[in-house]
C-alpha cells in the first residue's frame, strides 16, 4: 500500500521489510507445513516446517517483485537482497548428522569466522548486469552511501563506502575499505579483522588484550583452517594494531 501510494504521488520512496524468519523460532501456516510433511522425510537434514518457512519468506519476497512489475516501476528501483549475520549453525527439528549448515564456511551465527560473518547479498536493478558476480568486499554500512549516490546524492558522515561503480560495471575502480572489522562481546569478546584477504581473529581479547591472534589467508584458505600467525608474526602485530585502534569501549547497555 506504501509503495503505491508513493508511486501514485509521483514520489520516490526507499522500504526495507526485515523477515524474521530463519531466524531463531520456526513458524510457518499450517497449510504450508502440510504439503512439506506430505513430501515425506527431507533429503538434506532440514524439517519439512523449515522447508515451509523457506518457501513462505519466498512468497513474501515475491509480492514485493510483484509489485514493483505492477507497478511499472521494476526497471527503475533498485532491490538489495541480504541478512544480518552468517546462518545459524543448528536448525530446530534437523537432523544433527547432517552436513555443517554454513560449509565449507567455518562457523554460524555469533562467530567471527567466515561462517558467522559472510551474508547472501543480492542486488537487481538500472545497469547491474544480469547474472553477474561481484567479489569486492563490501558491508552493510555500504548500503547507504551506494543507495544515496545511485539516487544522485550524496552521504558524508557515513563509514560506508559506495559501491555503486562495482554494481554497474563501471570501469572507475570501485575504492574499497582499508579493512573491515568486527567486534562480539560474548564468551570474554572476539575481535577480527580483515585487510586485503588477510584475516586475523582473536578470542576472549577483553580478558586478555594481549592474547593469541590467529591468522589466516583468505584467497587460498576460505574454511580457515589453516593458521598462519606463527609464519607471519609482523602482520599479526600489524593486524592487532588495527585491532586496537578499531576497538570501542563497551556502553553500559552492554552493547
Not at 561462517?115 to 542486488?123: E, S
Request: glycine share 10%; hydrophobic share 35%; proline share 7%.
Amino acid at each position: 500500500a506504501f509503495m503505491r501510494k508513493q508511486v501514485a504521488g509521483g514520489k520516490p520512496f526507499y522500504v526495507q521489510a526485515s523477515y524474521y524468519a530463519q531466524h531463531l523460532s520456526v513458524v510457518c501456516t499450517e497449510e504450508t507445513l502440510a504439503k512439506y510433511e506430505a513430501k515425506g522425510t527431507p533429503d538434506r537434514g532440514y524439517p519439512p516446517a523449515w522447508a515451509a518457512m523457506m518457501e513462505e519468506l519466498d512468497r513474501g519476497v515475491g509480492r514485493l517483485l510483484d509489485t514493483l512489475d505492477e507497478l511499472g516501476i521494476a526497471d527503475n528501483t533498485y532491490v538489495f537482497f541480504t541478512a544480518d549475520n552468517g546462518g545459524r549453525g543448528t536448525v530446530p527439528g534437523g537432523d544433527v548428522k547432517r552436513r555443517a549448515t554454513n560449509h565449507p564456511l567455518t562457523g554460524a551465527k555469533h562467530s567471527l569466522y567466515e561462517g558467522g560473518i559472510r551474508v547472501p547479498f543480492l542486488v537487481m536493478g538500472p545497469g547491474v548486469p544480469a547474472g553477474s558476480v561481484c567479489r569486492v568486499p563490501v558491508s552493510g554500512v555500504d548500503i547507504l552511501p551506494t543507495l544515496a549516490e545511485a539516487s544522485g546524492q550524496t552521504i558524508e558522515l557515513t563509514d560506508g563506502i559506495s559501491f555503486l561503480p562495482t554494481l554497474l560495471a563501471e570501469k572507475t575502480p570501485q575504492r574499497q575499505h582499508t579493512h573491515l572489522y568486527w567486534e562480539f562481546y560474548e564468551r570474554g569478546g572476539k575481535r577480527a579483522i580483515r585487510k586485503g584477504f588477510w584475516k586475523a581473529v582473536q578470542h576472549r581479547f577483553s580478558e586478555d588484550p594481549q592474547g593469541p591472534v590467529e591468522l589466516y589467508d583468505l584467497s587460498v584458505d576460505l574454511e580457515e583452517s589453516h593458521h598462519l600467525s606463527a609464519s607471519h608474526p609482523t602482520l599479526v602485530g600489524e593486524l592487532k594494531r588495527w585491532m586496537d585502534a578499531s576497538h570501542q569501549p563497551r556502553l553500559d547497555n552492554g552493547i
